[in-house]
């Protein structure tokens, strides 16, 4: 079993930045792809960015420039760096987790553990 917790949401500005972090238990993270999501009132949750057991990252089209997908092992943590934020950008974040596999996962149901998510408010 594996719990996350995400920390680092909030509200800021057009063009203002932010970093959210996704601490997990347990004491296999680095078996683990980290992935991170968003859900805006009335839209289904998205694919933001990944970062495999190995340090692959991908990124969606829409952040891609903007946000950083970072982990750190020794911490048990994964991070978003989140940079020139957009009002679009608005949504509730949650980083997941599942068990390493080939492929990176840009679908919310391929993984098996959730965070309970963060908000992050854009204001233009």
């Known amino acids: 079993q594996v719990q996350l917790v995400e920390s680092g949401g909030g509200s800021v500005q057009a063009g203002g930045s932010l970093r959210l972090s996704c601490a997990t238990s347990g004491r296999t993270f680095s078996n683990y792809d980290m992935g991170w999501f968003r859900q805006a009132p009335g839209k289904e949750r998205e694919f933001v960015a990944v970062?495999?057991?190995?340090?692959?990252?991908s990124y969606a089209d829409s952040v891609k420039g903007r946000f950083t997908v970072s982990r750190d092992n020794a911490k048990n943590t994964a991070y978003l760096q989140m940079n020139s934020l957009k009002p679009d950008d608005t949504a509730v974040y949650y980083c997941?987790?599942?068990?390493?596999?080939?492929?990176?996962?840009?679908?919310?149901?391929?993984?098996?553990?959730w965070g309970q998510g963060t908000q992050v408010t854009v204001s233009s």
């Open positions: 997941a987790a599942r068990p390493r596999r080939l492929g990176l996962g840009t679908r919310p149901s391929t993984y098996a553990y």
């Open positions: 970062i495999s057991w190995r340090a692959t990252t």
